[in-house]
């Protein structure tokens, strides 16, 4: 079991920059494949960005590339979400989420069996 509370959001304007992060409780953490998740209003959830165990390995949707940067801490049971040059477009609720191993890294919303509840980032124009 893995539980995931996700905090850091906010409002801010265009161009700004947030860190989220996601306090992860549960031995089997350190196994998991982590990834963010997000949903705006009205939309589906989509795949943000997501990180191997190790940390070594990182995926992004390309909406996201060079701009946002997921990184991991086991030793703290944390990852983060450093989410620079925001645009409005980003607007969503942000989910932290964690696999069950033995996957290794996904972007698939299916692939994720534990989730926090989220936090909102609003990005205004």
């Known amino acids: 079991q893995v539980q995931l509370v996700e905090s850091g959001g906010g409002l801010v304007q265009a161009g700004g920059s947030l860190r989220l992060s996601c306090a992860a409780s549960g031995r089997a953490f350190s196994r998991s494949a982590m990834g963010w998740f997000r949903q705006a209003p009205g939309k589906q959830r989509e795949f943000v960005a997501a990180i191997t165990w190790s940390g070594t390995n990182t995926i992004y949707v390309d909406s996201v590339k060079g701009r946002f940067t997921i990184s991991r801490d086991n030793a703290k049971n944390t990852v983060t979400l450093q989410m620079n040059s925001l645009k409005p477009e980003d607007t969503a609720d942000y989910y932290c989420?964690?696999?069950?191993?033995?996957?290794?890294?996904?972007?698939?919303?299916?692939?994720?069996?534990?989730w926090g509840q989220g936090t909102q980032v609003t990005v205004s124009s």
């Open positions: 989420a964690a696999t069950k191993p033995p996957c290794s890294i996904s972007r698939y919303l299916a692939n994720y069996d534990y």
